[in-house]
Nanobody, 116 residues
Framework: QVQLVESGGGLVQPGGSLRLSCTASVNNFSRYNTRWYRQGPGEQRELVATITSSGGITYATSVKDRFTISRDDAKNTIYLQMNNLKPEDTAVYYC??????????WGQGTQVTVSS
């Protein structure tokens, strides 16, 4: 059974930084496309960033130039470095793995709260 374990969330002041990690127990991790989503209070889940199996990267406009997605295929892990955090970044953050014709998997979510 595939499991995604996230870590790194917490409480941070505006302007601060956090780094989220997501480690997957899956074979052939390098062949999966990976994403970070978030869901704020009372909001729909939104896509934050994507890094494909070939290294292509895209970001939501709201986080571009502040967040950086990366992956370490040797460790089956993806990261989300979040800088200059704002109160509107407060949300539960989820990692997601997907591979066409194989499956897609979600982490359990990690809470990020930006508040003074």
């Amino acid at each position: 059974q595939v499991q995604l374990v996230e870590s790194g969330g917490g409480l941070v002041q505006p302007g601060g930084s956090l780094r989220l990690s997501c480690t997957a127990s899956v074979n052939n991790f390098s062949r999966y496309n990976t994403r970070w989503y978030r869901q704020g209070p009372g909001e729909q889940r939104e896509l934050v960033a994507t890094i494909t199996s070939s290294g292509g990267i895209t970001y939501a406009t709201s986080v571009k130039d502040r967040f950086t997605i990366s992956r370490d295929d040797a460790k089956n892990t993806i990261y989300l470095q979040m800088n200059n955090l704002k109160p509107e970044d407060t949300a539960v953050y989820y990692c997601h793995l997907f591979r066409l014709g194989i499956g897609n998997y979600w982490g359990q979510g990690t809470q990020v709260t930006v508040s003074s």
